[in-house]
């Protein structure tokens, strides 16, 4: 007979509620009984407060239950969860059991292009890779011409997924024309945005798929070497990564044509400019770069450079494989393709929600996500990290895509999206967003540096009640200054989230700290 295979997920977020305990407590109990089973850690589901979660394959799909404490171990088993497709209806009646895992809600009402092996293969195993189609894409685009694999791209309309939205096909096409006896790929792994962890769960839970992407842009743009930047606080990420890398070495698949190295970052937020991370990599202080020239012509170490975000090079196989064209026929406007949306703060279900641009936010937050948490209403969402803007409930119906959000005075970014209630303090959350740029400025441009720290100084003042009407005017007009005359994004965004939350909760400057809201 063979053993029940069980999946439990090795994610760093999986790991941060007991799976590891999870995986061994089912072990040993397992040979208690005397009962045959083989357990996979795969990457998470991204249902999040389903972790841990475990899975049970039986002939009428995987089984889910979640989530599981060491004291359900015992129950589980007892129920038959692991005795084969015999017992099943045994294990259906336990109080954990959610049925088939593909026909859990949150999962089957989603698209999963870039996602679609993530929870389902051992990350680290390339023969599970290959056997759920990996390598497909760099296959098909091996057999074509660098430039008709650049126009696939430009006709996928991908644009970056980290928050620029640049179409990544004028990029390679831009790296692949650009003169140089040696060019680069680089992976911006620098995920440091408030609420978002896609990028993370990609590199824990199908590394060979990111390993994949850059191998197509070397293809396509002459490149010879790739660099994957990760923060370092990603540990988990960092291991994963360099054990994927080194495991496509030994397969020959890096290391003749094309190869891959890790750098690990050093807390700086900065360092998710893209210019401010070539000089991290090149082993100098993290600073941006003024521009021109642009990276695609002098990037790392002077050369031409194609700079992508994770999720922006985990859907080139999917493009290459499938079609430019296919790929585009999902998405809405200029946003096309699919999006890992990140859904976290206050709200029921958290999690990973890859679903094709267009959704309304509203639609997000309470057909995927239940509403908030606390059962209050919805306050403020704040999409795009630290540096998006508040939205109220009035712009709640506004489509998560890159043009309805900038209309709409926000920023997609990289797919965030944040929920507060309406005990969230607006005002204070705009003042961590000026203490933020402070705190986190390279210090290279006056209205940045000097910028923010005034910015800090006169939200206390109105928070105190100094002044309040022209301290008010007083921020707005810093606002300007910092958005049209900062050196990088970090400066020129830090205002976003102030302005907005000036225009939106005008009443979270007008009340004194002393009274806090009504419960």
Known sequence: MNPIRIFISRDAASLSVGSNKIAQAITQEAARRQVQIEIIRTGSRGMMWLEPLVEVETERGRIAYGPVTLEDVSSLFHAGFALGQDNFAFAQDHALCLGRTQDIPFLKSQQRLTFARIGVIDPLNMDQYRAHGGFAGFEAASKIKPVEIIEEVVTSGLRGRGGAGFPAGIKWRTVAAAPGERKYIVCNA???????????????????????????????????????????????????????????????????????????????????????????????????????????????????????????????????????????????????????????????????????????????IFDISGGTASGRPVYAVQTGGPLGAYFPEHLLDTKLDYEAMIAAGGMLGHGGIVVFDDRADIARQARFAMDFCAIESCGKCTPCRIGSTRGVETLDKIAADIDRTRNIALVKDLCAVMTDGSLCALGGLTPMPVISALTHFPEAFTQSPAKPRAE
Not at 248 to 265: M, P, Q, T, Y
Not at 274 to 294: D, N
Not at 307 to 330: Q, S
């Open 190 to 364: 620098d995920e440091g945005d408030s609420g978002t962890f896609a990028d993370r769960m990609v590199m824990e839970g199908d590394p060979f798929m990111l390993i994949e992407g850059m191998m197509i842009a070397g293809l396509a743009t002459g490149a010879t070497h790739g660099f994957v930047y990760i923060r370092s606080e990603y540990p988990d990420a960092i291991t994963t990564m360099r054990a994927a890398v080194e495991l496509a070495r030994r397969a020959g698949r890096l290391g003749k044509a094309f190869d891959i190295e890790i750098r690990v970052g050093a807390g700086a937020y900065i360092c998710g400019e893209e210019t401010a991370l070539l000089e991290s990599i090149e082993g100098k202080r993290g600073q941006v770069r003024a521009k021109p020239p642009l990276p695609a012509h002098q990037g790392l170490f002077g050369k031409p450079t194609v700079i992508n975000n994770v999720l922006t090079l985990a859907a080139i196989p999917w493009i290459l494989e499938h079609g430019g064209k296919n790929y585009a026929a999902f998405g809405a406007g200029r946003s096309r393709g699919t999006m890992p949306f990140q859904l976290a703060g206050n709200v029921k279900y958290s999690g990973i929600h890859e679903v094709a641009f267009g959704m309304s936010l509203r639609e997000m």
